[in-house]
């Protein structure tokens, strides 16, 4: 809805729709009637358009696409016309933020006022669609061609500042002003004045001229950072037209534009992403409390143990956070070099103005270095955060139950041990869980919480809270060995090695990897972090080449296929990127370059072992890494160990960097079709055999196939439980 008043001879139309504003159809039918009435009321002489409440509308509902409520009129784009032709001046007043069809129809007013703190962009590219009430039109006749298409292309929030610095915002509001009373004062003063120039449909672009080479420029740069996504090119295409057509051609080039991706996967797969971030934050254990019952224990100081790559990342998101952060590393060197490297971080983001220059004394303040583990005995919350070994990880947790306060909270990042094996070391079990970071920790925007059997709710809503208050994607989820990422990732990591073994080189994984939409294959990503990392988690679980007893099939580990390639890689001392030597080679930069050598590495091993290269085409390719994984991903979701298919979704994109565009693999998977998934599963299995179980059927996604085809991702849970719970059900 919207709430109408007179003021001063100003008319005041302000939406009011909680908690965003957005303009869903009531909201525009009410905005378009008071525009109206406002219009046609001779004692009104200008017209300010607000929001009430938290912010200014930020957008089209987005619950109303894909659904036949979107197209019933008013559109946005009907509200925009209105306000740019109305005879009276039109002024937006924007607090809070004004965003997609928000900024759109604050784009048909005639003027723009905005609060200092206030946000700008048309970020429906991460949608998977564009601009669809002009803004594709409007955006470069105000801001110019390279400023929209980078605006647009990329979807980003911008100060109101940096927008007045561009020509879209009129006047900046200073904190503390009052933004509706600005604009009464501002309709008031704009009333006489011309308003032709400020039709933004009647002017034209300022750089048209440069069109072909910043359409070269922005297509390069979208295809090498949103790989595979349709959006980012179609809006390029559709802004190009605001250079070389009239207004009104330009509009259709839009309407096209925006049918062709409403009608993509795309569109549908980002819209799910878009909810699905939000639905995490939602988090329950069935039968023993959620979100909306658990208080969480306020944390005010946390202890990192440990100062290498991963402590360093955590350390930095708990002071980012607001936290007194403790550190404790009892090698000298290894302290001073982390403490370094945390305060040299402050420093850039100081630089770069991501904090000013109180917060960076705040956190510089905040950061205090420990040597022994009593200097830990007055934090809320610890997390342990040094190699991943399960009798080290005891040890430490022995000595934080003696030191910690009984109140504290007791957190591993482990990244695949059982957190309850460690809680079972203290005296404390309802106060342990897993806090698992993604590296580098301050980077990434996935926290992996895990609940042991014996967190308590108060333990539990603690660490999702904290993951809040570090702006993380925080997914709750059970405990297993590897937990969710990681557990259904080993699976991944395993087929790529077999692919090698039976015929393809790690560049053509990769280039497949790359099409189907990741920004780097599964090859690339070993070399990035190091093959000596996987290495020292299978040398852990004695599986290594190296630790097999004399005898042992090489390509067996058990009764389980097992290839020792990434071992005999690592024994080369190929250690990835930093050694300039993994699954590539590097010549002076970071571009992967094929190397004989390790050409020679699997040439050799095939022919040790009698296989005869045969050539695996991509669809293979693609259908041997990712399906495996979504069917561990089933086997996750019956055993309850992740609540609901989004939640595995956001560890993957959030985590792995999983394509947005594609969902994640359970949205994917959905996309295909679960009987077709099924299919190939199935097929594989009688092939593979059961030296393989990766690739047995998950029982829920069989019962899924068989029992509903492929029914929608929102209803798999509640299908599969309603079944299960049956007395007479086998599952
Ligand atoms: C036929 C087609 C016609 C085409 C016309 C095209 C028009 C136009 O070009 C298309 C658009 O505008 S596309 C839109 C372009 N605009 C955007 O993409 C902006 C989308 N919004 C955002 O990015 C963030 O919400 C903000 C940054 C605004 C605030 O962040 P924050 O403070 O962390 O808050 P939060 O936790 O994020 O949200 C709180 C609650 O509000 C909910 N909700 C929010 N926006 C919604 C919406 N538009 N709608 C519905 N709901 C929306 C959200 O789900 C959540 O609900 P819950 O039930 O409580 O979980």
């Known amino acids: 809805m919207a709430k109408y008043s007179v003021e001063n001879e100003v008319a005041v139309i302000a939406v009011d729709n909680p908690p965003m504003n957005a303009l869903s159809h009531h909201v525009r039918k009410s905005l378009l009637k008071y525009l109206k009435e406002a219009e046609s009321d001779e004692k009104v002489t200008s017209i300010v358009l607000c929001g ?150 009647n002017i034209s672009v300022p750089d048209a001229a440069k069109v072909e080479s910043l359409m070269a420029k922005h297509l390069k740069e979208v295809s090498k950072k949103s790989r595979g996504a349709l959006a980012p090119i179609v809006c390029l295409q559709v802004i190009k037209s605001s250079a070389l057509l009239s207004y009104q051609e330009g509009l259709e080039s839009e309407r096209q534009g925006m049918f062709t991706l409403l009608a993509s996967s795309q569109s549908r797969a980002q819209i799910y992403s878009f909810f699905a971030e ?14 909306q019952n658990a208080v969480p224990m306020k944390v005010k100081a946390v202890g990192v143990v440990g100062l290498g790559t991963m402590g360093r990342g955590i350390a930095i998101c708990c002071l980012r956070a607001g936290k007194i952060t403790y550190v404790l590393e009892m090698n000298t060197k290894a302290q001073t070099a982390g403490v370094k490297y945390i305060r040299g971080y402050i420093e850039t983001m100081r630089k770069r103005k991501q904090i000013n220059d109180q917060q960076s004394s705040m956190m510089n303040n905040a950061l205090i270095p420990v040597d022994n583990y009593n200097g830990l005995k007055n934090v809320d919350l610890v997390i342990e955060a040094v190699f991943e070994s399960m009798k080290i990880k005891k040890e430490i947790f022995k000595k934080l139950e003696k030191v910690c306060k009984p109140s504290a909270i007791l957190a591993s990042n482990t990244s695949t041990l059982n957190i309850d094996e460690m809680a079972s070391v203290t005296k404390r079990p309802q106060k342990v869980a897993g806090m698992h970071f993604f590296a580098p920790a301050h980077i990434m925007m996935l926290l992996e919480n895990i609940r042991g059997e014996k967190s308590s709710p108060e333990t539990i809503a603690t660490i999702m809270d904290l993951g809040k208050q570090m702006r993380k994607t925080t997914v709750l989820v059970g405990n297993c060995h590897g937990f969710v990422g990681n557990r259904m990732f080993a699976y991944y990591t395993a087929e790529s090695s077999f692919l090698l073994e039976e015929g393809a080189y790690p560049k053509q994984v990769d280039d497949v990897l790359l099409d189907y939409g990741f920004a780097m294959g599964r090859f690339q990503v070993g070399d990035l972090s190091g093959t000596d990392i996987g290495y020292k988690i299978r040398r852990e679980r004695g599986l290594t080449h190296k630790q097999q007893p004399a005898g042992t099939p090489e390509r067996k580990r058990g009764d ?49 072992h009698n296989i005869n290269p045969r050539h695996i085409s991509p669809e293979e390719t693609l259908q041997r890494m990712i399906f495996p994984l979504v069917n561990e991903g089933f086997n996750v979701l019956d055993e309850g160990i992740a609540a609901n298919p989004w939640d595995i979704d956001m560890i993957f994109q959030h985590g792995y960097a999983w394509p947005r565009h594609t969902g994640g693999p359970m949205y994917y998977a959905y996309t295909i079709g679960l009987p077709q998934v099924l299919k190939v599963i199935e097929e594989r299995w009688k092939l593979a055999g059961a030296s393989e179980p990766h690739w047995k059927p998950s029982k829920m996604l069989t019962w899924l196939v068989e029992h509903h085809g492929n029914p929608d991702i929102n209803d798999w849970i509640k299908l599969y439980k309603e079944r299960k719970s049956q007395p007479n059900s086998n599952l």
């Open 52 to 201: 009430d409440g938290r912010t200014f509308p930020v957008g089209a509902d987005i619950k109303e696409f894909h659904k036949s409520v979107s197209k019933l009129g008013p559109t946005i784009l009907d509200i925009v016309d209105a306000l740019e032709k109305s005879k009276k001046p039109t002024i937006a007043a924007i607090h809070g933020n004004a965003l997609g069809g928000g900024l759109e129809i604050a784009l048909g007013c005639h003027y723009r006022i905005a609060m200092t703190n206030s946000k700008v962009g048309l970020p429906e590219v991460k949608l998977g669609i564009l601009p669809g009430a002009g803004g594709t039109q409007r955006l470069p006749r105000v801001i110019g061609l390279d400023n929209a298409m980078q605006w647009i292309a990329y979807g980003g929030h911008h100060s109101a500042g940096i927008g007045a610095s561009l020509g879209l915002i009129d006047r900046v509001v200073p904190q503390g002003g009052n933004i509706r009373e600005h604009a009464i004062l501002f309709a008031k003063a704009a009333v006489g004045k011309s308003l032709g120039q400020r039709r933004l449909s």
């Open 278 to 291: 939000r639905q995490v934050s939602k988090w329950s254990v069935p039968g023993v409390t959620n979100y």
């Open 560 to 608: 389980r296929r097992y290839s020792p390639l990434d071992d005999f890689l690592y024994e080369k001392g190929r250690y990835g990127l930093k050694a300039r030597k993994g699954w590539y080679k590097y010549e002076g930069s970071r571009t992967p370059i094929p190397d004989p050598e390790v050409r020679k590495m699997i040439d050799d091993f095939r022919k040790r």
